[in-house]
């Protein structure tokens, strides 16, 4: 049967109002709001989320090859909307492993997948997605600023229709889903290539306390980092502890 769509003026954060609801979702339910006081990035950071600009959704997905899926599965997602956003700004957004979007070499958009299920069993996955549409400097206060080079769709096209691009946000992501599920990343792989904001880059990664610098290649069918090493080695990083940075 068909997925809904709800749409909040505010709320704490999309992904934990879906969270909250798992029981009752179909896959491709879809919660979006104008505004999130809590909404959130990966290990806790905030996400910052000003009222009436940007779009803030999530998207319930149930995977039936289990948890293990879940990386793969992110890295789609943000095949998927930057190809999306790109039909708008002329192939100015770019992926960054594993689950980010940047235009400009700054960071526009962020992935942040959340799951529950145990290994074995499918699990119950939600795709929360934040996209900076026509946030502005002097929207952010002061108290929350962003730590990063960010940037926003209106710096690369004027006039944004939030409810259309969220619409097809919804469609494709829906119709890619369901490739992956049938045929893992497989069909994404040259995608993501197209799209890699780092590849031949140097690049470092940050993996606790460690270190690792080397040039970006991709990545592997598993969805892992490809990292070339001075040696000449290509080691593959897999892992949600690892964030990547310019070098
Ligand atoms: P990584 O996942 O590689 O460590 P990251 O530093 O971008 O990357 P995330 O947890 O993925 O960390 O994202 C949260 C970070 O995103 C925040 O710490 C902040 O720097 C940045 N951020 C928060 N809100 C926005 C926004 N609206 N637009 C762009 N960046 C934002
Ligand atoms: C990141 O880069 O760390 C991911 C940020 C994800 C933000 C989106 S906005 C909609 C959804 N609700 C949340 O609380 N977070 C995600």
């Known amino acids: ?3 809904n769509v709800i749409v909040e003026p505010v709320i704490d954060s999309t992904n934990q109002y879906m969270l909250d609801r798992i029981p009752h979702l179909q896959s491709g339910d879809t919660c979006l709001a104008e505004y999130q006081s809590a909404g959130r990035g990966r290990r806790g950071r905030q996400w910052i989320s000003p009222f009436g600009c940007n779009l803030y959704l999530s998207t319930y997905w149930k995977l039936e090859q289990g948890p293990a899926a879940a990386i793969g599965l992110s890295l789609v ?3 998927v909307i930057a190809e999306t956003l790109n ?3 002329g192939n100015k957004v770019k992926v960054k492993w594993p689950n ?3 235009m400009n070499d700054k960071k526009l958009a962020g992935i942040l997948v959340e799951l529950t299920g145990k290994t074995g069993d499918a699990a119950h996955i939600i795709i929360g997605v934040g996209i900076n549409i026509g946030m502005s400097k002097n929207i952010i206060q002061k108290e929350e ?6 940037s926003a769709l209106i710096d690369e096209i004027e006039n944004v229709e939030r ?12 119709e890619s889903l ?7 990343l497989k069909p994404f792989l040259s995608r993501w290539f197209e799209l890699d904001n780092f590849l031949g880059r140097k690049v470092k990664l940050l993996i606790g306390n460690d270190i690792v610098v080397g040039i970006e290649k991709g990545i592997n069918e598993q969805g892992a980092l490809l990292l070339q090493k001075e040696n000449g080695e290509i080691i593959p990083y897999i892992g ?8």
């Open 163 to 174: 409810n259309e691009l969220a619409g097809n946000i919804i469609n494709s992501l829906k």
């Open 87 to 89: 039909k708008l700004c």
């Open 77 to 79: 997602v943000g095949i």
């Open 100 to 102: 980010d979007l940047y």
């Open 240 to 247: 949600g502890e690892i964030s990547l940075r310019s070098n």
């Open 145 to 150: 600023t962003i730590n990063q080079a960010w």
């Open 178 to 184: 369901r490739i992956f599920e049938k045929q893992g």
């Open 1 to 3: 049967s068909d997925s």
